[in-house]
């Protein structure tokens, strides 16, 4: 059974950091490139972060460039994204995704998502 469980989530002032969590399982972590979306009220989910599989290739939203640094640990089967000088526009759901395109086939797996609000 595939899960994706985020956590990590909260209520920060701005300025102030977090680090978010997803622990992987029921699937060859490894092998799935991983992103980080997140999804604020009213608004469509959008790409914040994404890894490649063994970490060599990272890819940003301009929004959070030199502010969010996202990694994975392949032995723990674990993704994370460290969050600094956060704002109150990061406030939203945040959510994990393994994907994998094999032959033209993409497979993705979704987590249920974890709420970060930044307000003073």
């Known amino acids: 059974q595939v899960q994706l469980v985020e956590s990590g989530g909260g209520l920060v002032q701005p300025g102030g950091s977090l680090r978010l969590s997803c622990a992987a399982s029921?699937?060859?972590?490894?092998?799935?490139?991983m992103s980080w979306y997140r999804q604020a009220p009213g608004k469509e989910r959008e790409l914040v972060a994404s890894v490649g599989t063994a970490s060599a290739a990272t890819y940003y939203a301009d929004s959070v460039k030199g502010r969010f640094t996202i990694s994975r640990d392949n032995a723990k089967n674990t993704l994370y994204l460290e969050m600094n000088s956060l704002k109150p526009e990061d406030t939203a759901v945040y959510f994990c995704k393994a994907g994998l395109l094999i032959a033209a086939t993409t497979y993705e797996y979704w987590g249920q998502g974890t709420q970060v609000t930044v307000s003073s």
């Open positions: 029921g699937f060859t972590f490894s092998r799935y490139a």
